[in-house]
Nanobody, 124 residues
Framework: QVQLVESGGGLVQAGGSLRLSCVLSGRTYGTYPMGWFRQAPGKEREFVAL????????DYADSVKGRFTISRDNAKNTVYLQMNNLKPEDTAVYYC?????????????????WGQGTQVTVSS
């Protein structure tokens, strides 16, 4: 089994920055492409960003492209989401997820393990 624990959420003013972290533990051998997703109240969970196991491939939702950066440090079993120029519409619970296998995928259904989520609130 794999466990994921997110941290780094909080309250920030519009235009501010936050960095989310996600630590992967348990059966961490093997390849795990990772993703960040978010869910706002009354809305479905949506894709934010993903990164391949090696870190050489990444992908972003159009709504965050140019503002968010995903990265990973496999030596620390940690994935990061640097969020800059935050907007009120970025307010949501942010989840990290891990996917067994080598391919990257934007779909929530493609991920096998999920963290508990961390709240990000952006005030206007």
């Amino acid at each position: 089994q794999v466990q994921l624990v997110e941290s780094g959420g909080g309250l920030v003013q519009a235009g501010g920055s936050l960095r989310l972290s996600c630590v992967l533990s348990g059966r961490t051998y093997g390849t795990y492409p990772m993703g960040w997703f978010r869910q706002a109240p009354g809305k479905e969970r949506e894709f934010v960003a993903l990164i391949s196991w090696s870190g050489n491939r990444s992908d972003y939702a159009d709504s965050v492209k140019g503002r968010f950066t995903i990265s990973r440090d496999n030596a620390k079993n940690t994935v990061y989401l640097q969020m800059n120029n935050l907007k009120p519409e970025d307010t949501a619970v942010y989840y990290c997820a891990a996917r067994r296998g080598a391919t990257i995928d934007r779909r929530t259904s493609a991920y096998d393990y999920w963290g508990q989520g961390t709240q990000v609130t952006v005030s206007s």
